[in-house]
């Protein structure tokens, strides 16, 4: 059995809800998750959109529970474990 050391998210339809806000659940899920195991984001913006994606994500209020956040790139699975 393998033990969970940490989950990484999606920010559109996962944690947000695109061109609106956060789902209503995802301030409280991403808080108690972040007690227990590591957390990452990912988000991959249209070219152009970028700078509006970030800004979306830091008026979120949720990056400070993400150990690692990645923005139009791809990444390794294990830097997060």
């Known amino acids: ?13 996962t944690l947000y809800e695109r061109d609106k806000d956060l789902f209503p659940e995802s301030y409280e899920v991403i808080r108690k998750l972040s007690e227990k195991y590591n957390l990452g984001l990912v988000s991959i913006a249209k070219k152009g959109a970028e700078n509006s994606r970030w800004r979306e994500i830091e008026l979120s209020g949720l990056t400070p529970y993400f150990k690692e956040i990645y923005r139009n ?3 390794r699975i294990n ?3």
């Open 73 to 75: 790139r791809i990444i």
């Open 1 to 13: 059995m393998h033990n969970v050391e940490g989950i990484i998210f999606d920010w559109v339809g």
């Open 79 to 81: 830097t997060l474990l």
